[in-house]
């Protein structure tokens, strides 16, 4: 959906509308359904790369959550950043894979191709999903 269409002019006011009728416990839903939405017109199956990043971290926070109920704090502490250096490092790797991928696999090859050395260059045709930095960071 381009923001310039149609379609963008009628969903944006129905989503805004609808945001301040629905009640305000389930609002967070409403947006995050709508987002997906917005984003699945452009490329429904980048959906799922959307999801992954959104339940990585949902799932970080969670067991953020759980370890503030243990007792021992310093322990608690640890494992606290290590849930968030996962978190963190899934949804990088993910950005770099998709949008650094090929030009680290260049750069590998052109640096041992100066000691004549070789590599099979994986061609990965993916078109890059459209606010992966966005909803990354």
Do not use: Q
């Amino acid at each position: 959906m381009l923001f310039n269409s149609f379609h963008f002019l009628v969903f944006f006011p129905t989503v805004c509308l609808l945001y301040f009728l629905i009640p305000f416990k389930f609002r967070y839903l409403y947006l995050l359904i709508a987002s997906y939405y917005f984003y699945m017109c452009w490329n429904p199956k980048y959906a799922l790369l959307m999801f992954t990043s959104t339940a990585i971290t949902y799932a970080s926070g969670l067991l953020i959550e759980w370890v503030d109920r243990l007792e021992d704090k310093k322990k608690g502490e640890k494992r606290k950043k290590l849930f968030v250096a996962l978190s963190f490092g899934s949804n990088l790797g993910i950005l770099f894979f998709f949008k650094y991928f090929d030009f680290a696999i260049e750069s590998v090859n052109k640096v041992l191709g100066t000691f004549h050395i070789t590599l099979l260059n994986p061609s990965f045709d993916v078109v890059l999903p459209v606010g992966i930095s966005f909803f990354t960071f």
